[in-house]
């Protein structure tokens, strides 16, 4: 599936409501920088959309501001019935028997 957002609109979406919580919860970005153990530079860039930051800072502050259950829930466990016979070595199939004409 694709999204509706590129790359660059949805990290800084991301950074835009990482913000938003932010402010809503009377946190400086000093605040946060120091406990996810980064620069305020470094915070500055999560806030502001920039995808060069380490995807474990921007971990680390959705975590300071109370996001973590919703990280670990972003892609869902997907749904398998494979045995684990099927995921070592799949069936091989038999030849046909030789007919003679």
Do not use: C, W
């Not at 979406?13 to 000093?30: F, M, V």
């Not at 920039?50 to 921007?58: A, I, K, L, N």
Request: glycine residues 6%.
């Amino acid at each position: 599936m694709i999204s509706i957002l590129g790359e660059r609109e949805a990290i800084k979406e991301l950074g835009r409501r990482l913000k938003l919580h932010r402010l809503k919860q009377n946190i400086s970005q000093q605040h946060v920088a120091d406990l996810v153990g980064i620069s305020m530079p470094t915070y500055r860039k999560i806030e502001a959309g920039v995808g060069s930051v380490e995807f474990r800072h921007v971990a680390r502050a959705l975590g300071v501001l109370g996001f973590s259950e919703a990280l670990h829930n972003l892609i869902p466990e997907p749904e398998t019935n494979l045995k684990l016979n099927d995921l070592l070595a799949p069936e091989r199939l038999k030849a046909s028997p030789r007919t003679s004409k």
